[in-house]
């Protein structure tokens, strides 16, 4: 098994309907990105919808307004700047996103 270390990208949080998240700095071809979204007090919202490229990997909401969700990518390496997750809440907002650099010879399972 693999170890695996991780960097962390800046966690960006509003009241607005699109959550803009910074990727972190560093990435490679084979990285793994991994975003993780949260609403709170969504009020029956339906969720946030990824752009191109980011599949949805799980969901969980444990209260009648509260929920997250975690997204997944492998980079191709251009990735930079910022990506943005729609959202039809206007409540409050938070999404972070983590890489999780490939060890050498290791190749992620597809997501």
């Not at 009241?15 to 007090?41: E, H, K, T």
């Not at 969720?47 to 509260?66: C, E, M, R, V, Y």
């Not at 990735?79 to 890489?99: K, L, N, P, W």
Request: proline share 8%.
């Amino acid at each position: 098994m693999p170890t695996y270390t991780h960097t962390s990208g800046a966690v960006q949080e509003h009241l607005s309907a699109a959550l803009s998240v910074p990727f972190p700095s560093g990435i490679m071809p084979g990285d793994l990105l991994i975003v993780y979204a949260a609403v709170r007090n969504f009020n029956g919202a339906t969720g946030i919808t990824a752009p191109s490229g980011f599949t949805l990997l799980t969901t969980s909401s444990p209260g009648t307004n509260d929920a997250s969700w975690v997204y997944g990518k492998i980079a191709v390496g251009d990735e930079s700047g910022t990506v943005t997750f729609d959202s039809d809440a206007t409540a409050g907002q938070a999404a972070a996103m983590i890489r999780f650099p490939a060890p050498a010879g290791y190749v992620w399972p597809a997501i």
